[in-house]
Every structure is written in structure tokens, then in C-alpha cells.
């Protein structure tokens, strides 16, 4: 996000809450994408037994058997898929300008 604190604070003043808030919290980046990792075929094939899986939740296992995870790839959103999802979200979009107030025109710009 590149306005983080102006959005929470945009968010607080929607909710009726103290905008004026701030915390370092809100410049912390939990869960991308880009660190987005599943199971490859040898560790699909290993989570289908119960002795292993529970080794797979442990995290101090995962980065040794890192050979068994493989990174998500970022999807690629076609034109024609933008072009369906639009159709689709554009009625909700408006709701939410309505009630909101806020411009979310660059939602459903093409």
C-alpha cells in the first residue's frame, strides 16, 4: 500500500474511531505474495501421510525441506478476464462508492 496510514486513517474516520491514531504496526508487511509458497508433487506426496504432515506444520522443519515447496507465481490477469471480473464487481463497487463516499473509480478503470 503506498498511502498505509492515510487509508487506516480513512478507515478510523469511516468507523467513527480516532484517525489521529497511529501505531508503528501499521507499516509492517505481513503475508506477500512474493514469500507465497505450496507444496511441490514430492511434498504433496509426503503431506498425504499423517506421520509427515505434522512434520510440515513444524516451521523449524521448513526451511531444511525447503526442496519440498515451490513459489505461487503471480496470475496474469487478461484483458478479457479484467473485462468479466468488471462486469461482475462493478454493481458492488458502486454500492460501496455510495455508501462510503469515497472515489473508487481507479477499481474499474480499465
Known sequence: MKNRVETIQNVFRFLGADDTFVHEGFHKTHNQSKDRKVLNSLGLVLA?????QRLLRN??????????????????????????????????ISKLEAYTGWDLREWYAM
Not at 48 to 52: A, I, K, T, V
Not at 68 to 81: C, D, F, G, R, S
Open 59 to 92: 516451521e523449524v522443519l521448513q526451511e531444511p525441506h525447503k526442496n519440498l515447496y515451490q513459489a505461487v507465481e503471480k496470475p496474469l490477469v487478461t484483458p478479457a478476464i479484467r473485462q468479466r471480473l468488471l462486469e461482475r464487481l462493478f454493481p458492488d
Open 48 to 52: 498425504r501421510n499423517p506421520q509427515y
